[in-house]
């Protein structure tokens, strides 16, 4: 006998995701209970019993140490099997005989997206109390068939064999492999049943001589009975079922919605309650995941029929918007009244919350300090093991809508379409320039913190690395200004020159590893590239004899070496002194422009800076005796002026780099609490 319908067009039209691969298995299971309801004996008498079937592949079992794989699954049970009237509601898509259990009558379609075939022997009573053995296969080409119904002279106890038969590899590819992970997600699948009250029948998963017990599992998932709460929103009725498991479970805090007294969708809530993070801590002291289970006529008659998701949409818009009932309308309801129940387990999270926010704003990001009072206590409540990367974007995000906010109040002030009176004004005026200094405050904070870090990187920069080198002098250039660049074509916060000399935040012109010819600034043929090389030209030109303006300028030379680098010797390509001064020497040659292309009379005579930031190994201090220059106080540096080249030269140890630009930005840091 065929169903009544076409076979494969409805499978194509079922839709069963490959991360749902066990719910042809869930779904059966589902059935047995049915059954043994319909059949009305005790729970205590009752069983639903999962085989795991594997393949006979037993070599790769002991080859690898792992059972073979899974083929398919076989569901006995006692319940009332398939007598005439489920034999006809099972060959019917859709039917409706068992709708008041939720049954929407095309669950068996769902063993056919995910295995071969389904085999079926059951044993049952007919309607005069005889016993019959009903046969039948089901098949996506033969549909039901291969039936078989044999009467029984003695009687033999009811029970239903269903194999799910030729697991498919897409399928079978996302299945839980083990009886225990199996016979978990089954118990997550079907947990409705055990708390709903007036008891389960016994439920065991089993693959060889490993047997689970589902009601052993449960116990050491649940915590305490479960307390339920009826809430109407938007004239429908919902019960709102909260469960407290124990924290040996894999589950996160949740809810789930059900219809039909099953489990149809679940969602994590971690987070979306302000300190509803990790286990909570429970009256005895026992840690808990929070699940909540949500029942309702009206997601009974929403559900799709794959019962794998419900015909509700997300959102609620447009002229209906305060009638329509949207599952974020749900959603929000029932964390509301998830917040309340839990309150009193949430104290301390939220206090290792708000702890967790300050010691990363006291230590690591000074800049949020100011914005903290305009956050709420609630989404201060982070996760106290969030790590700085995800910290640092949760408050970045405040502050970016709080500098919106500024942004927006600051129009509206300056656009009044209606004339305040003056004390009104004013006190609009000062509760908007408050705000404004707390965020001008956390610039600030954003920018010494930022030298903080650079420092801390350039120090690290400059040590021994793991396998015993040293880094390339790249990284240490790239960390004072990105190479390839001219300054025109960075932001002023992407150059750390202030490490050198604070100086040279005022600047005309500044390029890193550019060619002599590419340079505005002179007219040199040279293809030389000096690692930076800069112009400054200064406001007040000075008035030569002839009454003609002359612009007051200097020309600055940096050359980076890579640290305890020992092979300076005499000539340009060794000495990084005489490179710097030679790079002088051919900017002057190729005479000197203002970055706008204005000429520098007697640029020839433009004083020069050259700084050499180098280690002071033994060869580079006799480069520095040789050149005449003195050594420092702190020993760490040498510096001196050379009259041929009318330069300024200063050779600074990197170690002297670090510990000036430290001294010189200490008395910020400590202002912002920035440990040393």
């Known amino acids: 006998m065929s169903m009544n319908t076409f076979l494969k067009g409805r499978l194509k039209n079922t839709t069963l995701p490959k991360t749902h691969a066990l719910l042809p298995l869930f779904e059966a299971v589902v059935n047995s209970i049915h059954s043994i309801e319909e059949r009305g004996i005790d729970f205590e008498e009752s069983y639903i019993r999962v085989d795991i079937i594997r393949s006979n592949q037993i070599a790769l079992d002991l080859e690898t140490g792992q059972k073979p794989e899974i083929t398919g699954f076989k569901i006995t049970d006692n319940g009332i099997g398939f007598d005439n009237n489920n034999y006809i509601s099972f060959q019917t898509f859709d039917s409706d005989y068992k709708a008041e259990k939720g049954c929407r009558g095309i669950g068996r379609l769902l063993w056919l997206k995910a295995f071969e075939k389904v085999s079926v022997i059951s044993i049952f009573k007919d309607s005069e109390g005889n016993h019959q053995k009903r046969t039948f296969d089901f098949e996506v080409e033969n549909d039901v068939c291969n039936e078989n119904l044999l009467s029984i002279s003695e009687p033999l106890d009811l029970k239903t064999e269903l194999s799910l038969i030729g697991f498919k590899k897409p399928y079978l590819k996302y299945s839980k492999k083990t009886a225990e992970t199996i016979a978990k997600e089954l118990l997550e699948h079907c947990l409705w049943y055990f708390i709903r009250g007036g008891g389960i029948p016994k439920i065991t998963v089993n693959d060889g001589e490993d047997l689970q017990n589902l009601d052993t599992i449960f116990e050491e998932y649940m915590i305490e009975s479960s307390f339920v709460?009826?809430?109407?929103?938007?004239?429908?009725?919902?019960?709102?079922?909260?469960?407290?498991?124990?924290?040996?479970?894999?589950?996160?805090?949740?809810?789930?919605?059900?219809?039909?007294?099953?489990?149809?969708k679940d969602e994590n809530i971690n987070g979306k309650i302000p300190g509803l993070y990790g286990a909570l801590i429970g009256e005895d002291e026992k840690t808990f995941t929070y699940l909540g289970f949500i029942t309702s006529e009206y997601l009974d008659e929403s559900v799709r029929p794959e019962r794998i998701g419900f015909n509700i949409q997300d959102e609620s818009d447009g002229l209906f918007e305060d009638s329509d009932l949207s599952f974020k309308d749900i959603r929000t309801k029932m964390i509301e009244h998830i917040s309340e129940y839990l309150s009193g387990y949430l104290i301390e999270n939220k206090k290792k919350g708000r702890e967790r926010v300050d010691n990363f704003v006291a230590n690591r990001a000074p800049k949020y300090k100011s914005i903290l009072n305009s956050i709420s206590e609630d989404d201060l409540a982070v996760d106290p093991n969030i790590n700085d990367k995800d910290l640092e974007l949760t408050l970045h995000k405040y502050l970016f809508d709080i500098e919106s906010k500024l942004l927006d109040d600051g129009h509206t002030l300056l656009s009044q379409e209606t004339i305040l009176e003056i004390d009104e004004y004013e006190a609009k005026l000062n509760d908007y320039l408050l705000k404004a200094s707390d965020i001008k405050k956390s610039d600030l904070a954003s920018y010494v913190s930022h030298r903080k870090v650079i420092i801390e990187l350039l120090n690290k920069a400059i040590q021994k690395q793991s396998d015993g080198k040293y880094i390339r002098e790249d990284f240490i250039h790239q960390l004072i200004m990105p190479m390839g660049k001219e300054s025109q074509e960075i932001k002023s916060d992407d150059s750390n020159l202030w490490l050198v000399d604070e100086r040279f935040a005022f600047h005309n012109y500044l390029a890193s590893d550019k060619t002599l010819k590419s340079m505005p600034i002179t007219d040199s043929t040279k293809t030389k590239e000096p690692d930076i090389m800069g112009l400054n030209v200064f406001d007040n030109p000075l008035l030569v004899n002839d009454g003609e303006e002359l612009p007051l300028a200097s020309i600055i030379v940096i050359e980076i070496k890579r640290p305890m680098r020992n092979d300076a010797k005499s000539g340009e390509e060794k000495d990084p002194i005489e490179q710097a001064l030679k790079y002088l020497e051919r900017v002057r040659e190729g005479k000197v422009n203002t970055h706008s292309g204005r000429p520098i009379p007697e640029s020839q005579n433009v004083p020069g800076f050259c700084y050499v930031l180098s280690d002071l190994t033994s060869s580079v201090k006799e480069r520095c005796k040789l050149f005449g220059l003195k050594i420092s106080y702190d020993k760490m540096g040498y510096f001196g002026y050379n009259d041929n080249y009318n330069a300024y030269i200063e050779v600074i140890s990197f170690d002297k780099l670090v510990k000036a630009a430290k001294e010189r930005n200490q008395a910020f840091f400590d202002k912002l609490g920035l440990s040393s």
Do not use: P
């Open 229 to 264: 709460e009826k809430i109407e929103h938007k004239e429908k009725e919902f019960n709102l079922i909260h469960v407290k498991l124990l924290t040996t479970s894999s589950r996160q805090h949740s809810i789930a919605y059900c219809a039909g007294n099953r489990v149809v």
